[in-house]
């Protein structure tokens, strides 16, 4: 009888046994997210046609991703608000913005930025589910943990999977059952 290992696993069936072993566990999310994102869009950008104005807006916000994924975040930070100051009714550059402004520490202004992507998104769409998430990701963090738990139930009606994660890690008797099946697992 052969032995299996996780090396004779797929990725995506890695992923999902990390997710089950580890649902709070930051990583491999990016999995997760790349999947609810399929049937999430966000209803200001498609609904726009091809006005120019969120064509520009859009493309600064993509340059902006990339600024802050090289940890240029002052100058992702700018372009992002050049971003929003040319479309400001669009939800995601404020979410993003929003990021990097946890990133640089600042969680005033990032609550601000989500506050602002939730109401120009309605609290739906790609955006809207982001905005919940990373919400309750801070309300969780300054121990707010029925704020977070709401906030973490709507963004996993939309579909977030993230979102699923934590609510089953806020909930004690599921993070119980986790821990004893991550025992079993280990002998």
């Known amino acids: 009888m052969s032995t299996l290992t996780k090396d004779c696993l797929s990725e995506h069936d890695r992923q999902v046994l990390e997710s089950i072993l580890n649902p709070s566990q930051i990583g491999g999310e990016e999995y997760l997210l790349q999947e609810e994102e399929k049937h999430l869009d966000d209803p200001q950008d498609v609904n726009a046609g091809g006005d120019p104005r969120i064509k520009e807006s859009q493309r600064m916000e993509l340059e902006a991703i990339a600024l802050a994924g090289e940890g240029k975040l002052a100058d992702a930070l700018e372009l992002l608000s050049k971003s929003i100051e040319t479309a400001p009714e669009r939800p995601a550059p404020w979410n993003n913005r929003a990021q990097v402004y946890i990133l640089l520490g600042k969680e005033d ?23 919940l998430c990373q919400r309750g990701i801070l309300k969780r963090k300054n121990n707010d943990i029925d704020g977070a738990r709401e906030d973490f139930d709507v963004a996993a009606k939309l579909g977030s999977k ?21 025992e ?4």
């Open 109 to 131: 202004e990032a609550l601000k930025d989500i506050d602002q992507a939730l109401k120009l998104s309605n609290g739906t769409g790609r955006t809207g589910c982001r905005a």
């Open 184 to 187: 079993v697992m280990k002998m």
């Open 162 to 182: 993230f979102a699923r994660t934590q609510l089953i890690e806020l909930n004690p008797f599921a993070a119980l059952c986790n821990q004893m099946l991550r």
